[in-house]
């Protein structure tokens, strides 16, 4: 049987914004359970993998809305499926529809195992999924994009303090919640007006630290976010418009 796995979910309070579109953080959190609950199943969970001593990250997202964003008590299915390993990354896709099939959100990531001690890269060849792969993909010709971005002039800067509620059970900030850092601030791209997110995740951000953020336009007019701690780029996004 191919590896894919789809589940209903609830788009309930907490998922939406003030427009009752869901958030940009809850695409990704119902992308992170989907692939945690799949992963569980083909024995390469949390758990599984704490121990070998290891830890999934991702380090690069795509999210692309290709029809209307689920609103709040809205029902969705959600499903995701791996791809055969690269050398050392592993790619993951994602999507939703709605109750009658069509399709709303596609999502790929690329993710990678870190030692669960000294938080480095660990190459692992008993870590795989297995061979009757789901081949289907929204993404034939994917590549991860590079994320180099230089703030403009007129650049929008503040501060965020991580706090117990933005972390996971590895310790550190959850990624999904890095797009709630920007949504809080209301700045940029309306929900309802997102095409395609990109983010690059480059450093873990742990409990109380501070996140020096910043935002500006490019020369595409797409919404553009660094945020850094201690001078160090921990995460970039871009937003693109319909």
């Given at each position: 049987?191919?590896?894919?796995?789809?589940?209903?979910?609830?788009?309930?309070?907490?998922?939406?914004?003030?427009?009752?579109?869901?958030?940009?953080?809850?695409?990704?959190?119902?992308?992170?359970?989907?692939a945690?609950?799949?992963?569980?199943?083909?024995?390469?969970?949390?758990?599984?993998?704490?121990?070998?001593?290891?830890?999934?990250?991702?380090?690069?997202?795509?999210?692309?809305?290709?029809?209307?964003?689920?609103?709040?008590?809205?029902?969705?299915m959600?499903?995701?499926?791996?791809?055969?390993?690269?050398?050392?990354?592993?790619?993951?896709?994602?999507?939703?529809?709605?109750?009658?099939?069509?399709?709303?959100?596609?999502?790929?990531?690329?993710?990678?195992?870190?030692?669960?001690?000294?938080r480095?890269l660990?190459?692992?060849d008993?870590?795989?999924?297995?061979?009757?792969?789901?081949?289907?993909?929204?993404?034939?010709?994917?590549?991860?994009?590079?994320?180099?971005?230089?703030p403009?002039?007129?650049?929008?800067?503040w501060?965020?303090?991580?706090?117990?509620?933005?972390?996971d059970?590895?310790?550190?900030?959850?990624?999904?919640?890095?797009?709630?850092?920007?949504?809080?601030?209301?700045?940029?791209?309306?929900?309802?007006?997102i095409?395609?997110?990109?983010?690059?995740?480059?450093?873990?951000?742990?409990?109380?630290e501070?996140?020096?953020?910043?935002?500006?336009?490019?020369?595409?007019?797409?919404s553009c976010?660094?945020?850094?701690?201690?001078?160090?780029?921990?995460?970039?996004?871009?937003m693109?418009?319909?």
């Open positions: 049987m191919a590896i894919i796995d789809t589940r209903k979910f609830l788009i309930h309070a907490s998922f939406v914004g003030d427009s009752d579109f869901l958030r940009p953080f809850a695409i990704l959190d119902l992308f992170q359970d989907e945690s609950v799949h992963a569980d199943i083909l024995h390469l969970g949390y758990n599984d993998m704490l121990k070998k001593n290891l830890l999934w990250i991702v380090n690069y997202q795509e999210i692309d809305i290709v029809g209307e964003l689920p609103k709040y008590t809205d029902e969705v959600v499903s995701t499926w791996p791809h055969r390993r690269n050398r050392l990354d592993y790619v993951r896709e994602y999507d939703i529809k709605d109750m009658n099939g069509n399709l709303l959100v596609t999502g790929i990531a690329s993710w990678f195992t870190i030692d669960s001690t000294t480095k660990v190459k692992d008993n870590v795989s999924f297995g061979e009757e792969y789901y081949e289907y993909t929204n993404y034939p010709d994917f590549k991860r994009r590079k994320v180099n971005l230089t403009t002039d007129d650049a929008i800067t501060d965020y303090q991580v706090t117990y509620t933005d972390l059970h590895n310790g550190h900030m959850n990624n999904a919640k890095y797009l709630d850092v920007i949504y809080n601030r209301h700045i940029g791209t309306p929900i309802n007006k095409k395609k997110i990109i983010i690059s995740f480059s450093h873990e951000i742990k409990f109380g501070i996140i020096n953020m910043t935002y500006f336009r490019n020369e595409n007019n797409d976010y660094i945020g850094k701690v201690n001078d160090i780029e921990c995460f970039s996004v871009i693109e418009e319909k």
